[in-house]
């Protein structure tokens, strides 16, 4: 009878420092190659408020077909960006090239 107690004491502790762990969300938002300024500006206004939300910064450019070339404008264009979002989040992970996607993470500033 006392060991079922202790598992249940155990058991009890476990899921209360479970509830009270922190979940972290990733938003993603994405981009081609040659994407236009107003559609870029657009997807800058929702990733500036995620960022302020809390939530992670998932954001990349996905490259179909031969657009594989342009893979410059695409860090280019991360990297403006992060730039441009630095005063609400800071760059997790630099723009890196994996197989069709160019993946940057960028992760919220802490709110005074």
């Known amino acids: 009878m006392d060991y079922k107690k202790f598992l249940y004491e155990q058991k009890k502790r476990e899921k209360q ?16 190659p040659q994407t236009d300024e107003h559609d870029y500006a657009f997807k800058k206004k929702h990733a500036e408020k995620f960022l302020k939300d ?24 991360l990297l403006k960006l992060a730039q441009e979002l630095e ?9 890196k090239l994996e197989s069709k996607k160019m993946i940057m993470i960028m992760s919220p500033k802490k709110s005074k």
């Not at 420092?17 to 081609?32: D, H, N, P, Y």
């Not at 809390?54 to 264009?77: M, P, T």
């Not at 005063?87 to 723009?95: A, H, N, R």
């Open 17 to 32: 420092l479970k509830s009270k762990a922190t979940k972290v969300v990733v938003k993603e938002i994405r981009f081609g």
């Open 54 to 77: 809390g939530a992670k910064l998932k954001a990349f450019v996905f490259f179909k077909g031969r657009s594989i070339i342009y893979k410059d404008q695409g860090e280019i264009l």
């Open 87 to 95: 005063e609400f989040g800071k760059v997790e992970q630099l723009p």
